[in-house]
Every structure is written in C-alpha cells, then in structure tokens.
C-alpha cells in the first residue's frame, strides 16, 4: 500500500483478539516492557529503531476486547546513479 503521498509503503497488521491493555499500549515501546513470563521486552524496541533507521514509522492502536493494528509506513527509497 502506498504512502499518504503516493510514495514509499505502509504495512498493516491487524487482528481482532483480545488487544492491549492501554496501560502495557504507553509502554509496549519501552525497552525491557514485557507482559510475558520469559519476555526480553526488546522485539518491539528493536523493530522500532530498525524502521526510524530507514526514516519510516511504527504505530500501534489498540482497545480491550477490539484487537490491535499495528502499521509500519517507509518512504520511497532514493535511488543513485553509480557511476
């Protein structure tokens, strides 16, 4: 799916589980954050730095009992001339 303008992509997951707690949603983003027993907290984390690094975005939206949406928007890449 194109960007807002036409250019790069964006990527929607989405389900409709039992969702996310806002509480654990303002931290799911936080390094060492975890709801699991044997959970590092750093997936997500990591993920969010590796999308920043190519100047994209990840956003995650999520209600109790609606199930979440998480969509990660990357620009178009800029292509050069080797020479």
Known sequence: MPGPHGQGGEI???DDGEGIEPEALNKILNPFFTTKEKGSGLGLPIVKSIIQAHQGSLEISSAPD???????????LAL????
């Open 12 to 14: 929607r997951f989405q």
């Open 66 to 76: 609606t199930g979440t949406t998480v969509t990660i928007t990357l620009p178009a």
């Open 80 to 83: 050069q001339k080797v020479s």
